[in-house]
């Protein structure tokens, strides 16, 4: 379900599967709830249809640095 | 090698990173200049920077107060200066108002007219003619022109309502986008390509414009981005923006520092300021809050709801005298309760 970016200023992304949720949490000593949010009504979050719950992957790049971030989906 | 070396450099745990990052703008932040740097074409245009820019990136204004935006175009029209000027024709925001050289209300007859300044016209190319139909579209009345003068028939004798037609052809746009402002064509001198800046901030608006390219479109209003394309390009504008703001006073902050302030606005989901009514408004701690501002009114409220402090941040722990949870005051024996069961007694 990834989803590429048609502006030079959004990241990829990309709707995180359960198991790789539950890979994700495990490894560290984080909850869902502490993950940085993301609104439903987010252009990037309707264009992929995420629902409040699911976790996004994020492909960020800052200064040719790769990595991933990731966002809880929020209701709003 | 280098990836061992590289990982000499990364942030230690229990490092405070947010105080670094604080130290790090705001000590540059001090020797900034009160300078303003201006546009060729649009005088109005003159970009807010240094201090103020800062300022109110950081605290999240609703809109900056110089929109500007970059409006790249594409393979085509940015290569032709022809092109380029049709596609800024199109978005450069033209108003009545500017129009107009006179404007009189007949309150008798419950007609106003109107005299176009030639000049203006002129200078937007655009007819008397099409200026009357535009209107009468826009207004839903009947607009008539001889030469430079046009006639509205408001189909009303009332002096408020006859006033408040005059206020709304005044307001009404011509041509263009409302709230793109003025548009003009601009030449990178690298490259050679033609690209538009106006002196306003409807991306959503200009968006829609055929020759444009939809992919690289930019602008410095935080909350335009964050409209059309989302929580994630919004955190990059806010850091871009900090960056250029810095850059152009000279100033050379790294910028994990900035992408970190960005990072720590959009967390939420929206995009929120630092202060009082946002991230220091919003920390769990009632005595971190109180430390802020308003320290009456928080310590009321945490007391009349019965608010309960965990004591875990460093402004209440620095206001006990405690050790505060940073470096190796961060380290804590602690246990979650659903393993308490595991624990023999």
Same mark, same amino acid.
């Not at chain 2, 108002?97 to 419950?110: D, P, Q, S, Y």
């Not at chain 2, 002129?122 to 009947?142: I, Y």
């Not at chain 2, 037609?165 to 001198?189: F, T």
């Not at chain 2, 250029?244 to 990072?263: C, F, G, N, P, Y």
């Given at each position: 379900m990834a989803y590429r970016s048609d502006h030079e200023i959004v990241p990829d992304h990309e709707i995180l599967k359960l198991k790789e949720v539950n890979t994700l949490l495990d490894g560290s000593h984080i909850t869902i709830d502490n993950l940085p949010k993301i609104l439903e009504s987010d252009p990037q979050c309707k264009k992929l249809g995420a629902k409040p719950g699911h976790v996004i992957k994020i492909h960020r790049s800052d200064n040719g640095h790769s990595y991933t971030y990731y966002r809880v989906v929020i209701e709003g | 090698m280098a990836k061992e070396k590289s990982s000499d450099f990364k942030v230690e745990f229990g490092e405070p990173v947010g105080m670094i990052a604080a130290q790090s703008v705001g000590e540059p932040g001090t020797q900034m200049i009160l300078r303003s740097f201006h546009f060729a074409g649009i005088e109005s245009a003159i970009a807010t920077s240094g201090l103020p820019r800062?300022?109110?990136?950081?605290?999240?204004?609703?809109?900056?107060?110089?929109?500007?935006?970059?409006?790249?175009?594409?393979?085509?029209? *940015? /290569?032709?200066?022809?092109?380029? @000027?049709?596609?800024?024709?199109?978005?450069?925001?033209? +108003?009545? %108002?500017? #129009?107009?050289?006179?404007?009189?209300?007949?309150?008798?007859?419950?007609?106003?007219?109107?005299?176009? *300044? /030639?000049?203006?016209?002129?200078? @937007?190319?655009?007819?008397?003619?099409?200026?009357?139909? +535009?209107? %009468?579209? #826009?207004?839903?009345?009947?607009?008539?022109?001889?030469?430079?003068?046009?006639?509205?028939?408001?189909?009303?004798?009332?002096?408020?309502?006859?006033?408040?037609?005059?206020?709304?052809?005044?307001?009404?746009?011509?041509?263009?986008?409302?709230?793109?402002?003025?548009?003009?064509?601009?030449?990178?001198?690298?490259?050679?390509?033609?690209?538009?800046?106006?002196?306003?901030?409807?991306?959503?608006?200009?968006?829609?414009?055929?020759?444009?390219?939809?992919?690289?479109?930019?602008?410095?209003?935080?909350?335009?981005?964050?409209?059309?394309?989302?929580?994630?390009?919004?955190?990059?504008?806010?850091?871009?923006?900090?960056?250029?703001?810095?850059?152009?006073?000279?100033?050379?902050?790294?910028?994990?520092?900035?992408?970190?302030?960005?990072?720590?606005?959009?967390?939420?989901?929206s995009v929120k300021g630092v202060g009082r009514h946002g991230l220091s408004g919003e920390k769990k701690s009632v005595f971190a809050r109180a430390a802020y501002e308003e320290t009456v009114k928080h310590l009321i409220n945490a007391a009349a709801f019965g608010e309960t402090d965990q004591m875990r941040g460093v402004t209440e722990n620095i206001l006990v005298g405690k050790q505060i949870p940073i470096g190796t005051g961060s380290v804590r024996l602690a246990i979650k309760k659903e393993d308490m069961s595991k624990v023999k007694p």
């Open positions: - | 800062i300022v109110e990136l950081v605290d999240a204004k609703k809109r900056p107060t110089t929109p500007l935006s970059t409006i790249y175009l594409d393979a085509k029209a *940015s /290569r032709n200066i022809d092109d380029a @000027e049709k596609v800024a024709a199109k978005i450069n925001e033209v +108003r009545m %108002g500017t #129009l107009v050289r006179r404007i009189i209300e007949n309150f008798a007859k419950g007609t106003i007219k109107i005299a176009l *300044s /030639r000049q203006e016209l002129e200078s @937007e190319d655009m007819t008397p003619r099409q200026v009357a139909d +535009r209107l %009468g579209k #826009l207004l839903s009345l009947e607009v008539a022109v001889e030469g430079l003068v046009l006639t509205v028939k408001t189909h009303t004798k009332n002096l408020k309502e006859v006033r408040a037609v005059r206020v709304k052809i005044m307001r009404s746009v011509i041509s263009g986008i409302e709230g793109a402002g003025k548009a003009i064509v601009q030449k990178n001198l690298k490259t050679g390509e033609f690209y538009i800046i106006s002196a306003g901030s409807n991306i959503e608006g200009m968006m829609g414009i055929e020759g444009i390219d939809k992919s690289r479109i930019y602008t410095n209003d935080v909350f335009a981005i964050y409209r059309l394309f989302g929580i994630e390009a919004a955190r990059n504008a806010i850091a871009r923006e900090l960056q250029l703001t810095l850059d152009e006073q000279k100033i050379s902050v790294d910028l994990r520092h900035l992408l970190l302030i960005a990072d720590a606005m959009t967390a939420s989901g």
